[in-house]
């Protein structure tokens, strides 16, 4: 069993910057995942890591722009996100499983925390 908690969500004008972390408790060594979900909308890939690695694998539209990295002593997982656009406003979600873009291969998920973008 592994429980998740994100946090460091917030409200930010677009072109800024946040970083989200999710800590982890129990089993460790899966893959770590972020995904969001914005209003009307369904849940989405953004960015994975290897429960090892350091290669970060990327959606399309956060390439360049958001970096997920991990700290295994910590057991924490990060997203630093920058250049900030109004869409990218969503509920952000944390996941372990294998390394993959796809939703329903992850088997455990945090609450989330909301990022909202202002124009």
């Known amino acids: 069993q592994v429980q998740l908690v994100e946090s460091g969500g917030g409200l930010v004008q677009a072109g800024g910057s946040l970083r989200l972390s999710c800590a982890a408790s129990?089993?460790?060594?899966?893959?770590m995942g972020w995904f969001r979900q914005a209003p009307g909308k369904e849940r989405e890939f953004v960015a994975a890591?290897?429960?090892?690695?350091?290669?970060?694998y990327y959606a399309d539209s956060v390439k360049g722009r958001f970096t997920i990295s991990r700290d295994n002593a910590k057991n924490t997982v990060y997203l630093q996100m920058n250049s900030l656009k109004p869409e990218d406003t969503a509920v952000y979600y944390c996941?372990?499983?294998?390394?993959?873009?796809?939703?329903?291969?992850?088997?455990?998920w945090g609450q989330g925390t909301r990022v909202t973008v202002s124009s």
């Open positions: 890591i290897a429960a090892y690695g350091y290669t970060g």
């Open positions: 996941a372990a499983g294998p390394v993959s873009r796809i939703t329903n291969e992850y088997h455990y």
């Open positions: 129990g089993r460790t060594t899966y893959a």
